[in-house]
């Protein structure tokens, strides 16, 4: 069974930094992956952020230069690191996959099938 579970959210000031996790669990081995993070602000549709899969790493405009995805290899576990955050930011922040590459691309959050639970991310100014 396919678990994906976020943590490290909090509140922070414009400008500051956050480090999002996602505990994967579930996955069959070797097994052709692709990872996105996707965030929702009250009132708003549901956003992609970046994805990552065994090619690289690509993200939206907004948080290109900001944001950073990997994979914290000892724990098996994706990462976000958010620096400079803007109010802007604030929001719900998923992390979601998918069986198959993410082949570069922008994605919507109805190509995913697994979804964590979401971790709250609030920027203040």
């Known amino acids: 069974q396919v678990r994906l579970v976020e943590s490290g959210g909090g509140s922070v000031q414009a400008g500051g930094s956050l480090r999002l996790s996602c505990a994967v669990s579930g996955f069959t081995p070797q097994s052709r992956i692709c990872m996105g993070w996707f965030r929702q602000a009250p009132g708003k549709e549901r956003e992609g952020v970046g994805f990552?899969?065994?090619?690289?790493?690509t993200y939206v405009k907004s948080v290109k230069g900001r944001f950073t995805i990997s994979r914290d290899n000892a724990k098996n576990t994706p990462t976000l690191q958010m620096n400079s955050l803007e109010p802007e930011d604030t929001g719900m922040y998923y992390c979601?996959?998918?069986?198959?590459?993410?082949?570069?691309?922008?994605?919507?959050?109805?190509?995913?099938?697994?979804w964590g639970q979401g971790t709250q991310v609030t920027v203040s100014s």
């Open positions: 990552m899969d065994t090619d690289g790493t």
């Open positions: 979601a996959a998918r069986y198959t590459y993410c082949y570069g691309g922008d994605w919507p959050p109805t190509s995913f099938n697994y």
